[in-house]
T-cell receptor, first 112, second 113 residues
Framework: GEDVEQSLFLSVREGDSSVINCTYTDSSSTYLYWYKQEPGAGLQLLTYIFSNMDMKQDQRLTVLLNKKDKHLSLRIADTQTGDSAIYFCAETFSYNTDKLIFGTGTRLQVFP | DGGITQSPKYLFRKEGQNVTLSCEQNLNHDAMYWYRQDPGQGLRLIYYSQIVNDFQKGDIAEGYSVSREKKESFPLTVTSAQKNPTAFYLC????????????FGQGTRLTVV
């Protein structure tokens, strides 16, 4: 199946690191994405990783991919209140590049 | 500036009425998609289109219809057959290359009363 799961909530203190986790079931994924959705807004692509990579770093964002365990994570360093949003992981597949399969979304709440 | 535009941002309709959500893109993308978002659930694919005059059902197409008469436009009609139409709807577009991102509109929140 093409299930993608995330924990629903994460609460962190401003300045700490946040780690948002995602697990998926289909090992045929090609690209894995992290999207951010702020209240009342559409989705914004944060970063993505090709499935043959283990890690990708982009400023405060670090993506880790463990293909063996089918586990993807997004680490946000020095989390700010402006990072409060819902974060979705998503994947596309080698056998069907037509659509993105999204996770359930993780609501990140950053408090002072 | 290139982008993808959904309208309106908020939409209210009475139960039993059909309603059409607009999605326009000027990115010259071949592929366009409609997703539905409900609280506590992931985004679910309703319909997608890879090319003009062609579209495919997604995972939850029942009660919805689409058309793709022009490359830049992919309107979604929520029909009276959709049992639970109140939701947040997101439109997206992409080129058909696997390594390119999808661009999303700002979404339309549909409330049926």
């Amino acid at each position: 199946g093409e299930d993608v799961e995330q924990s629903l909530f994460l609460s962190v203190r401003e300045g700490d690191s946040s780690v948002i986790n995602c697990t998926y079931t289909d090992s045929s994924s090609t690209y894995l994405y992290w999207y951010k959705q702020e209240p009342g807004a559409g989705l914004q692509l944060l970063t993505y990783i090709f499935s043959n990579m283990d890690m990708k770093q982009d400023q405060r964002l670090t993506v880790l991919l463990n293909k063996k365990d089918k586990h993807l994570s997004l680490r946000i360093a020095d989390t700010q209140t402006g990072d409060s949003a819902i974060y979705f992981c998503a994947e596309t597949f080698s056998y069907n590049t037509d659509k993105l399969i999204f996770g359930t979304g993780t609501r990140l709440q950053v408090f002072p | 500036d290139g982008g993808i535009t959904q309208s309106p941002k908020y939409l209210f309709r009475k139960e039993g009425q059909n309603v059409t959500l607009s999605c326009e893109q000027n990115l010259n993308h071949d592929a366009m998609y409609w997703y539905r978002q409900d609280p506590g659930q992931g985004l679910r694919l309703i319909y997608y289109s890879q090319i003009v005059n062609d579209f495919q059902k997604g995972d939850i197409a029942e009660g919805y219809s689409v058309s793709r008469e022009k490359k830049e436009s992919f309107p979604l009609t929520v029909t009276s057959a959709q049992k639970n139409p109140t939701a947040f709807y997101l439109c997206a577009s992409s080129s058909n290359r696997v390594d390119t991102e999808a661009f999303f509109g700002q979404g339309t929140r549909l409330t049926v009363v």
